[in-house]
């Protein structure tokens, strides 16, 4: 089984430039999360899907950042204009249902650097 | 909210001693608790989970953790660590409902010497 899918995995950009991250969940997994994760720190959740609905994005920056995940597969996470504070990794999971106690499967991340 | 302590950020190990990396949780509801691993250039991965029942879980590889609620810890042990266990080790809560976000701590570098 293919796990979760990131692409790029290492991107280098200038401040004020946007920048978009993709993320392909494992097949079948309804539920999609995209996590902030700086030097030294646990992820942090941005957004979670379930199917198309974002139903939590409390801690999105939607002043610069924003998300979507139009068929409820795929999703893509965009930054616009970037800041040299969002140096960092960004690391997209999925799971098969809504729930505590569900597994979260993680992709290998994609690690920003802001110049 | 839950909040979660890792009280060590690093923790060197010679190969084959035993180790425990300490855990401890706030929380004012019922939660799940889990250890992920993240090997070098790797996502992370579920290592282990509390849900109900037995107070101790254990991994495949040979780790296990406690849950202790009147101290409020989760910490993951390994009686005999090997190389290939050299990683970061998060550890994370969730409340029962999933309405919440699983909550990390900052994460614990293991380093295996030989």
């Known amino acids: 089984e293919a796990g979760v899918v990131q692409s790029p995995r290492y991107k280098i950009i200038e401040k004020k430039q946007p920048v978009a991250f993709w993320c392909n969940p494992i097949s079948g997994h309804n539920t999609l999360y995209w996590y902030l994760q700086n030097l030294g720190q646990g992820p942090e959740l941005l957004i979670r899907y379930e199917n198309e609905e974002a139903v939590d994005d409390s801690q999105l920056p939607k002043d610069r950042f924003s998300a979507e995940r139009l068929k409820g597969v795929d999703s893509t996470l965009k930054i616009q204009p970037a800041e040299l504070g969002d140096s960092a990794v960004y690391l997209c999971a999925s799971s098969p249902i809504a729930g505590g106690q569900e597994t979260q499967y993680f992709g290998p991340g994609t690690r920003l650097l802001v110049l | 909210a839950q909040s979660v302590t890792q009280l060590d950020s690093q923790v060197p190990v010679f190969e084959e001693a035993p180790v425990e990396l300490r855990c401890n949780y706030s929380s004012s509801v019922s939660v799940y608790l889990f250890w992920y691993v993240q090997y070098p250039n790797q996502g992370l991965q579920l290592l282990l989970k509390?849900?109900?029942?037995?107070?101790l879980v254990e991994s495949i590889n040979g780790f296990e953790a406690e849950f202790n609620k009147s101290q409020t810890s989760f910490h993951l042990r390994k009686p005999s660590v090997h190389i290939s266990d050299t990683a970061e080790y998060f550890c994370?809560?969730?409340?029962?409902?999933?309405?919440?976000?699983?909550?990390f701590g900052k994460g614990t570098r293991l380093s295996v010497i030989a």
């Open positions: 994370a809560v969730r409340e029962w409902s999933g309405n919440t976000p699983l909550v």
């Open positions: 509390y849900l109900s029942g037995s107070t």
